[in-house]
């Protein structure tokens, strides 16, 4: 199965399960120090903006160099705590749909050509060697991954 339609699967599978939770349980964080599910649906929110970028730049270059980011900076920014819990699920939705069409539209060519310069060692969430080539399919489908893991950490909370 493709990324983009594993991507596809894992939010339609996801979507009414979350709608299903209210705005106010959204809110509660599991544990102290951890995140709420609208701070979860956050950072995945911040995850598709970085990545929709990198898929993207990735099919004009020959390497897999990306700028990291602080999530736990970005998550307290967005103010995710205090969203609107049907306003993050839509763009949360919204965004990772475009994200499966840009998975859709890359050419197998660019997605599975090895890239011995990348540095997936340090942004991806099962970190790829800096010694060993890396493919733009690789980081397509350890973003499902990453995306699939939150998705089940919000779902033994609720």
């Given at each position: 199965?493709?990324?983009?339609?594993?991507?596809?699967?894992?939010?339609?599978?996801?979507?009414?399960?979350?709608?299903?939770?209210?705005?106010?349980?959204?809110?509660?964080?599991?544990?102290?120090?951890?995140?709420?599910?609208?701070?979860?649906?956050?950072?995945?929110?911040?995850?598709?903006?970085?990545?929709?970028?990198?898929?993207?730049?990735?099919?004009?270059?020959?390497?897999?160099?990306?700028?990291?980011?602080?999530?736990?900076?970005?998550?307290?920014?967005?103010?995710?705590?205090?969203?609107?819990?049907?306003?993050?699920?839509?763009?949360?939705?919204?965004?990772?749909?475009?994200?499966?069409?840009?998975?859709?539209?890359?050419?197998?060519?660019?997605?599975d050509a090895p890239r011995?310069?990348?540095?997936?060692?340090?942004?991806?969430?099962?970190?790829?060697?800096?010694?060993?080539?890396?493919?733009?399919?690789?980081?397509?489908?350890?973003?499902?991954?990453?995306?699939?893991?939150?998705?089940?950490?919000?779902?033994?909370?609720?």
């Open positions: 199965m493709s990324a983009g339609d594993r991507l596809r699967d894992a939010i339609e599978a996801a979507y009414p399960r979350l709608t299903s939770i209210s705005d106010s349980d959204a809110a509660i964080p599991p544990a102290p120090g951890k995140w709420s599910p609208k701070e979860v649906i956050g950072h995945l929110i911040d995850s598709a903006s970085n990545n929709h970028q990198r898929f993207v730049r990735a099919n004009f270059t020959d390497d897999l160099i990306f700028a990291g980011y602080d999530q736990e900076k970005w998550v307290i920014l967005g103010n995710y705590a205090n969203a609107p819990w049907m306003s993050l699920l839509s763009l949360f939705r919204e965004f990772n749909l475009q994200i499966a069409r840009v998975m859709d539209s890359t050419p197998s060519s660019v997605r011995s310069r990348h540095n997936l060692h340090q942004v991806a969430w099962s970190s790829v060697p800096e010694s060993q080539p890396a493919t733009l399919g690789y980081f397509m489908n350890d973003y499902v991954d990453h995306l699939e893991h939150h998705l089940r950490q919000i779902g033994t909370v609720l």
